[in-house]
């Protein structure tokens, strides 16, 4: 559900005037990780609703869910808070990383396809994404101290690079991921320009 709500956050593009009511949706996701039954349950103004809705399609198809899941699982979702972690781009009065949106989402999937998941350990790396899409100052931002799990995920970010950046995107990108082998995956958490 984490990863599946970072999908979706990193895919919504809110207009700039927004009421102070949240929009809410509901969909399914499938076992497979397909997408169903999308709608809205609280409106908010129409550019929020299309938005909201737009995030959602976007994100999908999202990963399959566990092998001991239900054949679905139905959420309802509120967009209440900015989308990711970025800041105002001074120069331009946006925030920059939203339009990062869609490399992201590649990124992550590339590092989590190329982890050989450990039986157990915990480990959020950083690493920073040059302009010619080398992924490099690969270094433990927290770890539950497996050293086997430390070295699978040092190891999927060596694999995935490279990996080109968008024409017109900052060049120095400080990613943060979490390779969490409970529930087989790897998340970005936190995405920062190095200025």
């Known amino acids: 559900m984490r990863n599946a709500e970072n999908r979706i956050m990193r895919c919504w593009f809110p207009p700039s005037v927004r009421s102070s009511h949240p929009v809410k949706v509901r969909f399914r996701i499938h076992r497979n990780g397909r997408l169903s039954k999308l709608r809205l349950c609280k409106s908010a103004t129409s550019e929020e609703n299309a938005a909201a809705l737009d995030a959602v399609k976007s994100a999908a198809p999202f990963f399959k869910l566990p092998e001991d899941a239900p054949k679905f699982v139905d959420i309802e979702f509120a967009f209440s808070k900015p989308p990711m972690n970025g800041r105002q781009d001074e120069s331009h009065g946006k925030p920059e990383l939203f339009t990062l949106a869609p490399y992201l989402l590649i990124l992550q999937d590339k590092v989590g396809d190329s982890w050989t998941k450990p039986s157990s350990g915990l480990v959020t790396l950083k690493f920073l ?67």
């Open 129 to 195: 994404v040059h302009e010619d899409g080398a992924l490099t100052d690969s270094q433990i931002f927290e770890s539950s101290g497996t050293p086997n799990a430390e070295r699978l995920a040092l190891a999927a970010v060596e694999k995935a690079s490279p990996l080109d950046l968008p024409p017109g995107l900052p060049d120095n990108l400080w990613v943060q991921v979490t390779f969490d082998p409970d529930i087989g995956m790897a998340t970005i958490s936190e995405v920062f320009v190095q200025r």
